[in-house]
């Protein structure tokens, strides 16, 4: 019998349970009674009560969402195809008519992907290709010319930038009704299509062997205005040196005949000894192991061979 006292008790703690719930910090939530919404949005945290079993307690994050959206072959103004994949963030402002008019998350991001991709595709086909993949009018740097000489890169009126804030202001003007609001709008990756891609590929590498061949010009005139240089600096090198050796030359020629003469002009001893040397000399220069020699008796020579043995 106690037992069966206890369930009636125990009922009536399940439904009290059930008349009381807890909104967590990062919680909202509404109340419906039957399917239909009734009293204010809870937005603050803490314990809160219902009426058992006929409320059901409807909860929504009150923290920032996400929305990635898929990558979409889009065209530019200027007839060019490119892939454009853009994120956004969201938050849920008005949790009632929310649920009111998307019923959860999942209904946002169904609403979001026509918002979004559609005022992107919008977006991208008011502008040329130049303007939704740069984002200012910055000066080409050295790596990045396109002129022979100089030049400056194509000038864009709005840029990627101002794309994005347009793209944000129109969705947001969409969804101000939908009790969401959408904080931000981003490009997550631009890139050409494979045909566009390829041109363009084509045009940097054509761009970067032309600046090469300029560098490797510059390059080669250097080389020959330093070998020119170098040419120029030996040969005046050489010309002084071999001034210099002709001068040492023709001073130590003139030493020697100088101290030929005076050894000339000494006795005849000395003379005879001097013409003796001088002969010797001639012989040494004029004649080698494989010439032959025939003498007369009147020749120095042999007057010098002859006095050296007079026997």
Do not use: C
């Not at 210099?244 to 030929?260: H, S």
């Amino acid at each position: 019998m106690k037992r069966f006292a206890l369930i009636p008790l125990v009922i009536f703690v399940l439904i009290l349970l059930n008349g009381m719930y807890v909104v967590k910090e990062p919680e909202q939530a509404i109340i419906t009674q039957f399917g239909k919404p009734v009293g204010d949005p809870i937005l603050t945290p803490g314990l809160n009560f219902k009426i058992p079993i006929i409320q059901k307690v409807h909860r929504f994050e009150k923290r920032f969402l996400e929305w990635d959206g898929d990558p979409n072959q889009l065209p530019t103004r200027d007839k060019r195809f490119i892939w454009v994949n853009t994120y956004a963030r969201w938050r849920i402002t008005d949790p009632l008519l929310f649920f009111q008019r998307l019923n959860n998350e999942r209904g946002a991001l169904t609403r979001l992907d026509d918002i979004l991709d559609g005022e992107t595709r919008n977006a991208i086909a008011k502008y040329d290709v130049v303007e939704v993949v740069r984002s200012s009018n910055r000066e080409a740097e050295v790596g990045e010319l396109v002129a022979d000489d100089e030049t400056t890169l194509e000038q864009i009126k709005r840029g990627r930038g101002d794309i994005r804030m347009e793209i944000l202001a129109n969705a947001q003007t969409r969804t101000s009704d939908l009790g969401i609001e959408i904080l931000d709008v981003e490009f997550k990756r631009i890139n050409y299509v494979a045909e566009v891609q390829r041109k363009v590929y084509e045009r940097m590498v054509s761009e970067r062997q032309r600046i090469a061949d300029r560098f490797r010009s510059e390059g080669q005139g250097e080389a020959f205005r330093i070998r020119g240089e170098k040419d120029r600096e030996l040969l005046k090198i050489t010309s002084e040196a071999y001034r210099k050796a002709q001068e040492i030359k023709g001073t130590a020629d003139a030493e020697a005949t100088r101290i030929y003469a005076k050894a000339y002009n000494r006795s005849a001893d000395t003379r005879s000894f001097y013409e003796f040397l001088k002969t010797m000399e001639s012989y040494k220069v004029t004649l080698d192991k494989e010439s032959s020699l025939v003498l007369s008796t009147e020749g120095d020579f042999y007057r010098f061979l002859k006095e050296s043995n007079p026997r």
